[in-house]
């Protein structure tokens, strides 16, 4: 697979962003302790690994379009998306409550096309 610089900067970018809300926001590692706080309306994005399950994919997908929440699906596995997240093992499903100093929130609404 060739990866193009607009990707791999853009994937370099959304790892620094990440690693900033890890360190300076709060954020949720687990999918099942996602969900609440998802169907609350307290999550700002919600970031899904390419290789997570298909059926866990779909109902994050529903809940957060129920919530009016941001879904951003990462290009890479969840063994790439931990380390992406500055954790030493794989995470399928970060969602960020607070993203505190960085603007990676806002950023992926412009992207999306998203109010």
Not at 23 to 42: A, F, N, T, V
Not at 50 to 75: C, D, F, I, Q, W
């Amino acid at each position: 697979m060739v990866v193009t610089k607009m990707t791999k900067k853009s994937l370099e970018w959304i790892n620094s962003g990440l690693q900033l809300v890890m360190k300076s926001g709060k954020c949720l590692m687990d999918y099942k302790q996602s969900l609440k706080p998802i169907r609350q309306g307290k999550v700002k994005l919600v970031v899904l690994a390419n290789n997570s399950p298909a059926l866990r994919k779909s109902e994050t997908e529903h809940e957060a379009m129920l919530a009016e929440t941001g879904v951003h699906h990462y290009s890479g596995n969840n063994g790439e998306l931990g380390p992406a997240c500055r954790k030493y093992h794989r995470v399928g499903t970060p969602t960020i409550i607070d993203p505190s100093v960085s603007d990676i929130t806002r950023s992926m609404r412009e992207q999306t096309g998203q109010k």
